[in-house]
């Protein structure tokens, strides 16, 4: 089968560089359209980071490579932070990132598979990734193809029953190729997650369903990266879960600090602020 492809691997930059990068660039889209969900991109920079340059294969040049580890954008509505990992993986063109949510731009608001190179499947309605990457799992195994399928879904994806039936199928088919992360910010369009419909003790309800799991602190990139080389190495027949705790707004203390973060705010004169607040905390 065909070699891995790690582009990342052996490159001088941290994955710290990486995640903000990752968050510039979504505050930037966000800036050109003067809104989008910038608290869930903020949020999850960091586990965004790992994951392409760290934790999977693929060919920035040739992003339909069969070889390639499948990353699925449950939540379409995170597609502004999808896009700047994209951008940041040569995936996309960095100068596109000016036409974000324009018409005939390939950054719609909303991801949509046949727009965009790189975004595997139109996420929201919400709750469906978990189901699709299930059957993307069994078809790659299928095939023999060693790839993985990475769901990333929100905590408020948990209180979807098709979620529950995908998780069931997944230790059913013994999908040892499936990883599904979570990015627990405990915020949902009606309010805290945890308020809105509990889904815990969560780490034990994914065990209980045949899952090997992690819980961690997704803003910790150490952290991060162990979760993720232990989800890939584990040697069992399950598949994957990796439940990262974010915080919304990561990196801009000013937006993390507001109430309502599920589509947060942000005044005209306020994306200069978060650039620059951002700016003075640039890794090297
Ligand atoms: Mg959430």
């Known amino acids: 089968m065909t070699a891995t492809m790690r582009p990342a691997q052996g490159s001088n930059i941290s994955l ?4 903000w990068e990752i968050r510039r660039k979504a505050l930037r889209m966000g800036q050109v359209q003067g809104q989008g969900y910038i608290g869930q991109a903020l949020g999850v920079a960091d586990v965004l980071a790992v994951a392409y340059f760290h934790a999977m294969d693929y060919r920035p040049e040739d992003p339909e490579w069969e070889g390639r580890d499948r990353f699925l954008l449950s939540i379409g509505h995170y597609a502004i932070a999808l896009y700047a990992v994209l951008i940041e993986a040569g995936i996309l063109p960095e100068d596109e990132l000016e036409t974000y949510g324009m018409d005939d731009s390939r950054m719609p608001m909303s991801g949509m598979a046949s727009y965009t190179p790189g975004m595997e499947i139109t996420g929201g309605s919400l709750g469906h990734g978990l189901g699709i990457a299930v059957g993307m799992a069994m078809g790659l195994k299928r095939k023999k193809n060693p790839a993985f399928v990475i769901n990333l879904m929100s905590d408020g994806e948990l209180g979807e029953g098709s979620t529950w039936e995908a998780a069931m199928s997944a230790s059913a088919q013994g999908l040892d190729n499936l990883i599904c992360i979570i990015d627990f910010n405990d915020q949902q369009a009606d309010g805290p997650s945890t308020q809105v419909l509990s889904s815990e003790p969560l780490p034990e309800k994914w065990q209980a369903f045949g899952w090997f799991t992690q819980r961690v602190d997704g803003n910790d990139i150490d952290a991060v990266r162990a979760a993720f080389d232990a989800a890939r190495a584990h040697p069992g027949p399950q ?4 439940i990262f705790d974010t915080v919304m707004c990561r990196g801009v203390p000013f937006l993390e600090a507001r109430e309502i973060t599920h589509f947060v705010r ?3 004169d306020e994306w200069d602020k978060a ?9 090297l």
Not at 16 to 19: E, G, K, L, T, V
Not at 239 to 242: E, Q, S, T, Y
Not at 275 to 283: I, T
């Open 16 to 19: 710290a560089r990486r995640a």
């Open 239 to 242: 598949p994957r879960a990796i």
């Open 275 to 283: 650039l620059a607040v951002l700016d003075e905390g640039k890794p």
């Open 266 to 268: 942000v005044e005209a």
